[in-house]
Structures are given as C-alpha cells and as structure tokens.
C-alpha cells in the first residue's frame, strides 16, 4: 500500500484480444458519432456537414424500411430537423452507428492480427485529442448561447398569461430558465470554463470533472423535463467518462483511498514532429470556432432584442418582483 | 457500516517521494494563524445556534443565544445604519434586513476576537489540534444538516406546490420564489437526483476518511444552490452562503494536494490523520458504539420526521383531488326564481365553480375569477360561505348530488335565493398529463 500504484497505460492493457476490440469498436464508434459534433462548431465545413447528413438519411431510411420495418403502409421515418435530437430518426441513427462500430470492429481484429504498441498507442492518444476537441467545441458552443442569453431568452408575454398547467414540461423548463439571466449566465460561464480547460492537455483532468459536474445536472434534467437532448447529453457524459477513465485510478488513491500518487503523464504524445505546425492548427481550429459561435450568438441576441418589449410589465408579478437581496417581503406564490 | 467506521490501522507510509510535505510540528505562517483566529470564531459564532439545535433540551439557550444577536443586529440598525423598519417577523424568511446585520455583527466580532487572540497569544505557532477539533462538529453540522435537505427532496416534501390551484395559474402570476417551487414540483424524479447528491455528500461527511469526497460532492451541490437562490429570490441567501462556507472549510486543508493531483502535476502524500484519543481495544470499540449510536439516531429521526410530514402531505393533497379539484360548469343558473341566461357583460351570473380547500371560486362574466373563503360540512352536504375578506357570512348552500357527474346547489346568499345546477367538467392538465418519452420527433414546448 505504501508503494504509489502506477496505472497501466491505456493502450498497453489491450493484450488481450477482448480488450483490443472493445477498444476498436469504442474507438469506431466515438469519431462516427462525434464527427458531426467535431464539424458543428469549425466554419467552412458546411458542405460536408450537408454530405454527411445526405449519406445519414439514406442510410437511416434504409435500416428503417429493411431492417427494423419501422412505419408500415409506406410512411418513411421523418428526415427533417425539428430541433428534437430524440426523434426516431436519431435513434435509428445512433442504432446503425453501433452497428457499424461492431462490424469495424471485428473486420480491423480480423484483418489486423500483428502487435503493434506504438501504432496502438498512436491511435489511443489521436482518439483522446479528438474527444477532447469535440466536447470541448460543444461546451463551448452551448457556453456562449448561455452567456449570450440566446438558447434561454426571457419567457414572451404569451407564456406569461399561459396557465401553467396547460403548458408542457418543456415549456416549464424553458421558463425557469429563461426567468433568470444570472443563472444562465452562471451556467454559460462555467460551460466555457469546463470548455476551455479541455482544450489544453495539462487541465484535462480538471476540465473533465468540471465537466462531469455539469453534465450529470444536464442529462438529468434531459430525462426529467422532456428535454430532447437525450442522447446528446448522455453521449457528451459518455466521453467525459471516456476521458477521466484513466485517470479514475489516481484520483480514487488521491481523493478516497487516501493513498500516495503519481502524477500523470502530460506530456504530448507526438513529441517533436511539427510542434509549431501544430499549435498554429490548435489555434486556428479554436480561434475560428470560438469567433463563428460568438458571431452567431451576437446574431441572435441582436434578433431577440428586436423583440417586442412587455405590452405591459405590470401586470406579471413575475416581472415586477425582481430579485432582493436584502428580502423584508418575501413573497413564495 | 462497520468497514468505513473503522480508522486506517496501518501506520502511514514514510514519505515515500521526493516531495515533502512539512513536517508536522512545524508551524503556520503568521497570515495562516491569524486567518485561522478569524474563521475560527465566525464559524463558531455564526453557526452555534444551529449547533445546540441538535441538543435535546436546552433550547432556552439557543434561544438566549439568537435573542443576543437579534438585539445586537437591531441596535447596529438603528444607531449605525439609521434604519427605521426592521421587521423581526420569523416568517418572513432568512434575508431580512435583521439577519443582513446580525451577519454584519457576527463578522465584526469575530474580527474583534482574531484581533484580540492574536495580541494575548504570541507563542503559539500552529493550531493543529483545535483545526481538528472544530473540523468534527462542522462535520456533523453540515452532515446532518444536508441529509435533511436531501431527505426532504428524496421523500418529495420540500417542493409540492404543483397541484390543482397552481395549475389553473398563469406563469406570470408566480413570484420568483413560486417559479422555481413549481418548477421543482414538477419532476419527482429530479428531486430525488437532488436530493440524493445531497444526501450522499452528507453521509460521507460522518467519516473522516471520505470527508474530502463528500466536501467536494457539498461544494458542487451548494454552489449550484446558492446560485439558484441569489437568481431567483429564494429567502435562504446567507444560510446557504454558510453551508458553503462550512463545505470550503471541511475542503480547505487539502486543497494543497488536489491542486497537485490535478493541476500541478506532482507526486501527492496521503493527508495526515491524527490517530483518536480513543483508538485502541475497549476504548476503540466504545467510541464506535457511541459514534454508531448518535449518527443512527439522527439519520433515524431525520428521515422518520420527513416520512410522517410526506403522510400528511399525501393525505391534504389526495382530499384536495378528491373534493376541491372538481371543476363545475354551471348550466342553470337561477336567481329568486328566476333562470338567468350565461352572458360575458353580466358579472353575477357564474359560469363555472371551483370547489378548493377552504375556498368556492367562481368564473364570471368574461373570466373573471372571485374567490369565496367557504368551509364545507362533513360528507360535503352543505358549503358555508363568507364574503371575500372573510367579512360576513354570505349564507349556507346546500348540496346535492343526482347522479355522479352532476351538482345541485340551492340556498340563499346574501339577498339572492340561488338554484344551481352544474356538471363536472373533466380536468386535463397537458404538465400533467405528458409524462416521460423516449421519442420526440418535435420539441414539444407549446
């Protein structure tokens, strides 16, 4: 116990041949499902964003009708964006991915059969920067709509004189949130925190538990308040965990077992070839995201200011109340 | 609960890397003890009365204690600050003006104290022993403090605002404080994720070896609350400041060590646990009976008290659906005998009656809602009502019941002789009504 237990590296644990295809197939399946995520956020790809989805709904429609004979009498699974990202088309999609991660899998162990390390090893840290800038791009997208106050604007007067009962769980869920600019700003600047300490391989660990803290919140109120973000909530959870995996085993010493640790190995992985290359990519990739999503919030936020003000604040409690820090009249109604 | 009771037998290990921690004995930076002073009387100060609420029968003295505050905080108002109103209410919350000065006070004389310990105690260099000493009762405040918390959202009695009335209201009807009830409200589910984070924070807190897991769960946890309750006028801002506070104390001493572990990148070192007075034999066994004991008898009452008010709760709330979320559109309406037609302009012909606990509202003209206070007899054959206000008493309806579906209310109320006759109309809320799907082809935020 006194000794510090060093972890295995990930890629030299996957001997076996079990480990060596859940790692092809986890590998497989994470750029399939993150390559749209990875391009979401990057300007100039939107023509192969667009391929991407032609080849997607092809394919979709075609697992629909062969395979899992989803709408009888000729009705097609439904293709268009309605801004759900739980239609059945996403989980057909994300069904076929699977699919496919499974058969990549197999066939790369079938056709692959020589050891090879350093390429094991290569491939390993290659899939790690790719998770890391994925989620890092969306934490950062989703941070800027926050800190902006575009993805939660103010609920509009015809929400307000909605009864509440004859709203949906969602329409609550938009109003709690859009009440409040300080909590979502709150929520925005803590999504471009956890965003930014991804991007750099010294704070990843942090980043990544920041960003646990703030996904766990997120899936469950995904599940809880029928927000259609399920299965992109849960998969940016999934590659957080993907991302701490190997750090779980020192930060349990660390954190609980209150062992001695190690720390862990920061250094890039790619050491030496086209350091300048790849920092001027690291910044243009960034810088280039970073201005394309503050550009479209400002976009939004100028288009929600053109909004019609309140035909009447006065007449919503909701309005008038406001928020007192020093509070002798409190009102809970 | 036998396993993490037990305190690590093992010695500890040598200093097995390079990196050396100081070595115990030597001693605090003279910002670090003085800083230690300051914090160590506000959190003493500001949290005793919470303390000695867990003390059965002295609650003279918490109350002796608080009322010393109070005073204090009241004269601070009105000869420094020249305040005149000063509500002392107990119901109006926990951010009043009173209690934004009674924290003033608390912090003034805490400084007073740091100051005035660190001119009489020169000679000490470190406060190791009284830093663990006030480290256990801050554990167990604050554990006990969040396992309620926790409880309360798990067992779903601290949000339940989203039933009938609330129901018929509009959005921009609710205060602040009312969006998030109901926003609580709504997802049983979310409650129990809550408060289960905070349930488990707490109970880790009772261990010293998982106090700093269950310190980081806290700070999590209470940084999101206290966020919520600045944004969105929650009456709780300076207790939940406090907790924490208390949570960034419980952390503190190894923030050295996670920096390291996450940031720094360097070799960490097991923290120094000082081993028990009571740690070997008889002894050791004593303590954990004791500690089994008192942890057991909190957690039990905690929870059997939050059971019993969830039973009250359930029972008001079922008789609620049962008799007054009944919703009646009127279909006769007969005054002194004569039949009035339904019509938008004429304000006193009701349209539809809403039979709530101990209230009769009533739709009229172009929707305008009155509310009458009214008390119904047992098995519901008579409706008292009174005058908004609750003024003078209108009259007393009788109640009839031809079939299931169908009401017939007849008595005189005030100068008018009514006859009503009404059905029940079906109430389908679309909140209530959505439920979980897996499957949305659209957002469905109508």
Known sequence: MAEPIRAPEPWQDRRQPARRLGFRFLFSYLLLYGFELALAGLPGTGWLQALWLGIWKVAVSWVGRHVLHLGGGGQEIATVATGSGDRTFDYVQVLSML?????????????????????DRRLYEGLRIFVRYTLALTLLAYGMSNVFKVQFPFPAAERLQERIGDSSPLALFKVFMGYSATYTFSIGASELLAGLLLLFRRTTTLGALVTLGILVNEVALAFCYDVPVKLLSSHLLLMTLFLLAPEARRLVDGIVLDRPTLPEAVAPPFSGCYRTGRLALKALVVGSALLATTERNLELAKELRRRPPLADPSKYLLVTHGIHVIEDSPINR | MAQPLALPADPRPEEPLAAAPAPPGSGWSPALRIAFRFVFSYLVLFN????????????????????????????????????RRMPVDPDLGGDTTVYWLRLLAIIAVAIAAGLAWTLL????????????????????????????????????????VLHFPKLQETYGELSPMGLLWTFMSYSATYNVFTGAAEAVGAILLFFRRTTLLGALILVAVLTHVVLINFSYDVIVKIYSLNL???????????????????????PTQPRQVPPWRFDSGWAKAGRLTVKALFIGYFL????????????????????????????YKVDEFVRNGRPVPPSPADPSRWQRLYFRHGTLSVRVGEGDLLAFPAEYSAGRTTVTVWSPGRKTRLGVLTCSRPDASHLVLTGKLGNDSLAIRAHKLDLHFSLRDRGFHWINEAPVDR
Request: proline share 3%; no cysteine.
């Open chain 1, 99 to 119: 699919a496919l991660a499974a058969l990549a899998a197999l066939a790369w162990t079938a056709l692959d059969r020589r050891r090879r390390e350093e390429r």
């Open chain 2, 48 to 83: 005793l009365p919470y303390a000695l609420g867990y003390v059965p029968w002295i609650g003279g003295v918490e109350e002796a204690y608080s009322g010393l505050w109070q005073t204090f905080a009241l004269w601070l108002g009105r000869h420094v600050f020249h305040l």
């Open chain 2, 121 to 160: 105690d020169r000679r000490r260099t470190e406060y190791r022993r009284l830093h663990e000493a006030l480290r256990l009762p801050a554990r167990y405040i604050l554990g006990f403090t969040m396992f309620n918390y926790g409880m309360i959202k798990v067992i779903q009695s601290q949000f339940i």
């Open chain 2, 244 to 266: 924490l506070l208390l949570a960034l104390f419980l952390l503190a001493p190894d923030l050295p060590r996670l920096a390291d572990l996450l940031v720094r990148h360097r």
């Open chain 2, 300 to 327: 039990f009452t905690l929870t059997r008290d939050r059971l019993e008010m969830k039973r009250g709760i359930d029972q008001r709330r079922a008789e609620q659906w049962e008799v007054f979320a009944l919703t």
